[in-house]
């Protein structure tokens, strides 16, 4: 495998999920870049960028720094987020987030993609979580091509189906119909490695996927009319739109949001 010429991404993944609805969330994150002729570790710049973000979100409301984040539980008014030690009453948990998404700015334009399905839809005889990763591993993989660029993945932790499915991709993933018919095998080729595991306690950016994805699970269940009174009643719906409209790769779906829907 020769390197592309835009150098190495590294693509790391969440999901949020409940019976009926399974969302999968990608950031990519620039890796190595050439600059002024010499290639360029640049992963270390938005690694900065995100600790000046976990900075602001404790000078700001009081966040620690190292409390790892999770859309659910800080959507529900749980997890002690306040000082370390209390609660946020549910409207001022539900603002937090929406501020949180605004100030997301150690990503680059076009990094962020989401793929959705229902249970019971399927795609290329998958369904739940597994078609959802398969409709995302595509769109990670037209990224790779319009970037002209190798990557790498990191899943969270506690997740061995993600590995298997991620390595039938780098050899066998369908592009086509998604009914399964006039199908071609484009697979992730372009992708280096072995699918990686990473503890989301311990990766800012990995904690940034999720709250993409539960905050796109929360959109998607509006859209459905599935969401809980108090949701509702905090139009939740919209929570995913807080996220900055440049970092939304809009490409990947004919809804202009960055949400692949199947």
Not at 56 to 69: A, G, T
Not at 104 to 125: C, H, K, Q
Not at 175 to 188: A, D, E
Request: glycine content about 8%; overall charge positive.
């Amino acid at each position: 495998m020769r390197l592309r010429k835009g150098g190495i991404d590294i693509f790391y993944i969440d999901e949020s999920h409940d019976r009926k609805v399974y969302v999968v969330t990608a950031v990519a994150v620039p890796f190595l870049r050439q600059i002024e002729g010499q290639w360029t570790l640049v992963w270390e710049n938005h690694l900065g960028a995100a600790k000046s973000w976990r900075k602001r979100m404790k000078n700001s409301y009081d966040v620690p720094r190292k409390k790892e984040l999770h859309g659910n539980v800080l959507a529900s008014g749980r997890g002690h987020f306040l000082g370390g030690k209390h609660n946020f009453k549910k409207p001022k948990a539900n603002a937090v987030y929406r501020r949180i998404l605004e100030d997301i700015d150690f990503l680059p334009e076009s990094s962020v993609m989401t793929a959705s399905t229902n249970r019971g839809r399927f795609l290329y005889g998958k369904d739940r979580l597994e078609a959802a990763l398969t409709a995302l591993f595509q769109r990670l993989r037209n990224k790779c091509i319009d970037s002209n660029v190798n990557a790498i993945t990191f899943f969270d932790q506690g997740h061995p189906e993600y590995r298997k499915l991620y390595r039938q991709a780098q050899v066998y993933l369908p592009t086509g119909s998604k009914y399964g018919s006039s199908t071609r095998n484009l697979p992730l080729s372009m992708f280096t490695k072995d699918g990686n595991e990473k503890d989301s306690k311990h990766c800012l950016f990995t904690q940034t996927a999720d709250l993409v994805a539960y905050s796109a699970f929360l959109k998607l269940k509006g859209e459905r009319g599935e969401l809980e009174a108090w949701q509702k009643k905090l139009r939740l719906e919209n929570l995913y739109d807080s996220i900055p409209a440049k970092l939304l790769n809009i490409a990947v779906s004919h809804s202009g949001d960055g949400i692949v829907r199947y």
